[in-house]
């Protein structure tokens, strides 16, 4: 039987568009970047989803939660 390794990543929108703009928004190219990185590992994405993070106290921003597998030798 296969056996599978997961990893957690979170890429997050920047904070200081977040507070200035009231929003922004994520940053593609660097979870791009990220997500080949991890790739050229042996990584695949399992799962992804987006989520509303508190920031201080009044302002919110988006991150992704991105969950990778790879088969273990």
């Not at 957690?8 to 190219?29: D, F, H, M, N």
């Not at 009044?58 to 088969?71: C, N, P």
Request: glycine share 6%; hydrophobic share 50%.
């Amino acid at each position: 039987m296969a056996r599978k390794e997961f990893k957690v990543i979170t890429v997050q929108e920047g904070a200081l568009g977040s507070i200035l703009l009231g929003a922004s928004k994520l940053p593609v190219r660097r979870m791009e970047e990220e997500l080949n990185q991890w790739g050229r590992q042996g990584w695949d994405v399992s799962f992804m989803l987006i989520e509303q993070k508190r920031l201080f106290l009044f302002w919110s921003r988006e991150a992704a939660v991105i969950t990778l597998s790879r088969e273990l030798a």
